[in-house]
């Protein structure tokens, strides 16, 4: 993934899933639920190069103090090795 990649998320009844593209992936998608602040959900993702990868991520959400939010990721792959962190931040769009 990387800067370029862009999420989609969607969240009802402490379910959540969602879309993402951008940078290597062509498209992407996950699922899981939402207890409290914690997400814990599967990925699965198709990239540019035609490759197909899956993995598992558990994310704390939090509020920053402008109200977007944030989530602290711990990854790691399962089709693969592979694992990690990362930070996801929601992007608003600025009034021109």
């Not at 992407?28 to 959900?41: I, P």
Request: net charge negative; glycine share 12%.
């Amino acid at each position: 993934m990387g800067t370029r990649t862009r999420f989609t998320y969607h969240e009802k009844d402490g379910e959540i899933w969602a879309e993402y593209a951008g940078g290597d992936v062509v498209r992407g998608h996950l699922v899981g639920t939402r207890e409290s602040d914690r997400l814990d959900f599967r990925y699965v993702q198709l990239k540019r190069d035609g490759t197909t990868s899956s993995g598992h991520c558990v994310s704390t959400v939090t509020e920053l103090p402008d109200g977007r939010v944030r989530l602290a990721e711990t990854w790691e792959w399962e089709s693969q090795a592979g694992a990690g962190t990362s930070v996801v931040e929601q992007v608003t769009e600025h009034a021109p």
